[in-house]
T-cell receptor, first 112, second 112 residues
């Protein structure tokens, strides 16, 4: 069946450095790729998303890139700050229905 | 002015009991979801509900059933609770397919 693989499961970076999280998907019909951030004890919240007709999207320190041919997309966070520490989830739309296929999550740790 | 709300926030109960979790959204969205997040933080879609169309994840036991009295509410009923049902349950809503999902604060269910 369709699945989304997310790597790494844990990422530790020095404050101020960049962080990159990668996801691959299997459903060639997927056309929507959101990224959610979940802080400890909180709900997941959308931070950025991209659609299949776009290759890259940026919002301040956060960017997402999409390679449709290779079926992978990545989250890039530059100049990381302590408040970036959280679990990040990628997801891909599932064919024609309303559900998203979720990655397993990446715990991002920002070291001071 | 909470967008997606859930009650209760915490639920502690004995094995074998039946319980319900309520979810309401005031965003005017057409689609609502239920997710289960286990101790390893995996986000698992359980149901999505849009305009009376229910999509069930095939791995969800039939002890779980969603009930939607109207477009703004999607409640989750769980019969014969088991230890493995202990998790955080999130409700979410979205305007349409492949758009931002807004999550509720979560309900932490503990089955003793």
């Amino acid at each position: 069946g369709e699945n989304v693989e997310q790597h790494p499961s844990t990422l530790s970076v020095q404050e101020g450095d960049s962080a990159v999280i990668k996801c691959t998907y299997s459903d060639s019909a997927s056309n929507y790729f959101p990224w959610y951030k979940q802080e400890l004890g909180k709900r997941p919240q959308l931070i950025i998303d991209i659609r299949s007709n776009v290759g890259e999207k940026k919002d301040q320190r956060i960017a997402v890139t999409l390679n449709k041919t290779a079926k992978h997309f990545s989250l890039h966070i530059t100049e990381t700050q302590p408040e970036d520490s959280a679990v990040y989830f990628c997801a891909a739309s599932k064919g024609g229905n309303y559900q998203l296929i979720w990655g397993a999550g990446t715990k991002l740790i920002i070291k001071p | 002015d909470t967008a997606v709300s859930q009650t209760p926030k915490y639920l502690v109960t004995q094995m074998g009991n039946d319980k319900s979790i309520k979810c309401e959204q005031n965003l005017g969205h057409d689609t609502m979801y239920w997710y289960k997040q286990d101790s390893k933080k995996f986000l698992k879609i359980m149901f999505s509900y849009n305009n009376k169309e229910l999509i069930i994840n095939e791995t969800v036991p039939n002890r779980f059933s969603p009930k939607s009295p109207d477009k703004a509410h999607l409640n989750l009923h769980i019969n014969s609770l088991e230890l493995g049902d202990s998790a955080v349950y999130f409700c979410a809503s979205s305007q349409d397919r492949a758009t931002t999902q807004y999550f509720g604060p979560g309900t932490r269910l503990t089955v003793l």
